[in-house]
Every structure is written in C-alpha cells, then in structure tokens.
C-alpha cells in the first residue's frame, strides 16, 4: 500500500507560479513511476507529467516549457513547479504512484490539491 497527500495549491493571478508537492509513504521502494494528473469542471482526468525511476520525464504538450516535474528519492516527494500559469490551467491536481506487481500496473492517487488561476 501507497499512501500519497499532496500540498501546494491555491488560487494565483495569471503568469504566476506555484509549487505543488506530493510525499509518498507505505511500500514507496515498489514505486516505478511518479506523476500529476488534473481535473478541470466537466472533463477528464488528464495526464500533465510522469518521471519515472529512472528519471525520465514527459508532460502535456500545453505544459511543455511552463511545468516541471521532479521526484527526490530520498524524502519521497515528486514536485511540480509550474510556471507561467494560466487560467485553463485550474484544476484539482492530482499525485498518482504507479507500480508494477505480479503482472499488472497498480495505480495509486492522492485526494487532490486546488489550484485556481484567476485575476
């Protein structure tokens, strides 16, 4: 079992920045791949970036450029700094852990963290 709780979010003004982080605890040695997901009002749950275990990265193509994503093994935590934000960017963010076990993907999420891009 994985547990993940994510912090960070909060309502900034367009072009600003924001910093989300999501530390992991339980079996965190099984942790293939670590990434952020968001929601927005009415859609789907989207992928907006992964690392994976060996430090392998991959984002969304609207965040290309604006959002980073980083993991330290050390304490557990993968980061998302976002910068240049803009209002399509609201969502709640999700944290997700992926493992790999007995043959299959087992994912697991945190509860989510607001951010809100607005003037």
């Known amino acids: 079992q994985i547990q993940l709780v994510e912090s960070g979010g909060g309502l900034v003004q367009p072009g600003g920045s924001l910093t989300l982080t999501c530390t992991a605890s339980?079996?965190?040695?099984?942790?293939?791949?670590l990434a952020w997901y968001r929601q927005a009002p009415g859609k789907e749950r989207e992928l907006v970036a992964v690392?994976?275990?060996?430090?392998?990265?991959k984002y969304e193509d609207s965040v290309k450029g604006r959002f980073t994503i980083s993991r330290d093994n050390a304490k557990n935590m993968v980061s998302l700094q976002m910068n240049s934000l803009k209002p399509e960017d609201t969502a709640v963010y999700y944290c997700?852990?992926?493992?790999?076990?007995?043959?299959?993907?087992?994912?697991?999420w945190g509860l989510g963290t607001q951010v809100t891009v607005s003037s």
């Open positions: 339980g079996s965190v040695s099984t942790i293939y791949s």
């Open positions: 997700n852990a992926a493992i790999w076990s007995e043959g299959t993907w087992i994912d697991y």
């Open positions: 690392i994976s275990i060996g430090n392998t990265t």
